[in-house]
């Protein structure tokens, strides 16, 4: 998946609210569903009216649709969806009361509302304060992601901690808000600074994989490398092929000069990723590099020793080769020796014909 993408639900509005709200949760919400549903049911039984009836089992089939969907999506995050839920069950509610409502009854509801009176215009004042502070952090985040573009580490410190508060503390993919001040403060150099936002972040999503892999970074940066390694590995466990993660995974394995370990990390970063080429491709041909030489020096035959130095000068044909054996899920020295062999093909009478045995026997054995 591409880099910025984020897991951050499963498809299935059900399973979301019991994974957020517990059994309780779920059980409260399947009820309200419940009862709009009887509701609409008796409604259209007891209605004399028949454009009422036709309204109100259009509603309910939308009501029936909306929870059927929610098996397989997640309407209840978007905000449209949620407006004709809500309408619908409110005139579900207030035809109900008064179809099936008497006098009594509601003479004693209005006695016992004017008790709640206090208490509800206290929680919806409540609600309306924690939806300003919402409305204000996702504000005050998007300025700090624009500045986290322009590179204005100042300004995307100052902006998120106008955002950050009890009711804001990740952005709408949930990301912490703190990793992004982690992130400008250790673009400032500001390293401890930035491992403590780091870690708060950690306890905000501990499911996050560039917190952590944050945080290895910064612990590989101070020298803790079986710090950075620990959380490395925790990085690529949640997003196996996350390029960053790979490739920071496999500098560490080889300071500790474990060559195998690195460069299977280095084939599980995406190859034709842009950010992969530019930013690390020197670093894998270094590691390339030594690799071919060492197979150049497996062959006592001076032919085919300068046959691979001709045609591995280029580093374009080095990383070509190790892009493909990736690719073909084969060894590099094997695609190596392939490439060498499929050149000579075209400078048959420039070699011997045992040397061309000798590369493609030794090709077919790894």
């Known amino acids: 998946m591409p880099e910025k993408k984020r ?13 957020e709200n517990g059994i309780f949760g779920l059980i409260t919400w399947l009820t309200i569903l419940l009862i709009s549903i009887i509701y609409l049911s008796k409604i259209i039984k007891a209605s004399k009216n028949r454009e009422e009836r ?11 649709g909306y929870s059927t969907f929610s098996f397989f999506s997640f309407p209840r995050e978007r905000i449209e ?38 208490p509800v215009v206290l929680v919806l004042l409540a609600a309306s304060y924690t939806g300003l502070k919402k409305i204000s952090g996702e504000m005050h985040t998007k300025r700090a992601l624009k500045m986290l573009d322009l590179n204005n580490n100042k300004l995307v410190i100052s902006e998120i901690d106008q955002a950050y508060s009890w009711f804001s503390t990740i952005d709408p ?15 400032m150099g ?29 612990c590989a940066k101070k020298g803790q490398f079986i710090e950075a390694r620990e959380f490395f590995v925790k990085s690529t466990r949640l997003k196996p092929f996350s390029n960053e993660a790979n490739i920071s995974l ?51 035959e001076k032919d ?16 070509y080769c190790y892009t493909d054996s990736y690719k073909s899920n084969i060894p590099f020295e094997k695609q190596l020796l392939n490439f060498v062999y499929w050149k000579l093909e075209e400078y048959r009478d420039h070699i011997k014909p045992s040397d061309m045995e000798t590369i493609l026997n030794r090709a077919n054995g790894l």
Request: net charge positive; hydrophobic share 45%.
């Open 7 to 19: 897991l951050q639900r499963p498809h299935n509005d059900f399973l979301w609210v019991l994974s």
């Open 173 to 187: 993919s949930s990301t912490p808000l703190k990793w992004f001040k982690g992130l400008a403060l250790f673009k």
């Open 81 to 118: 969806h949620n407006i004709y839920l809500h309408f619908i069950m409110a005139i579900a509610i207030a035809k109900h009361f008064q179809l099936f409502g008497n006098k009594a009854r509601t003479d004693a509801y209005s006695k016992k509302m004017q008790l709640i009176t206090v």
């Open 304 to 319: 085919i020793k300068t046959a691979i130095t001709i045609f591995t000068e280029s580093d374009i044909d080095v990383f």
């Open 54 to 64: 036709i309204f109100c089992s259009l509603m309910l089939f939308a009501l029936i």
């Open 190 to 218: 500001k390293t401890d600074e930035a491992i403590n936002n780091f870690q708060s972040s950690l306890k905000t999503n501990p499911f996050h994989s560039n917190v952590l892999n944050s945080l290895g970074i910064c």
């Open 250 to 300: 496999a500098k560490i394995h080889l300071m500790e000069n474990d060559e195998e370990s690195a460069i299977k990390e280095f084939y599980k970063a995406d190859v034709d990723n842009i950010n992969v080429h530019s930013t690390y491709r020197a670093f894998i041909l270094k590691y390339l590099r030594k690799r071919v030489d060492s197979l150049k020096n497996t062959f006592v």
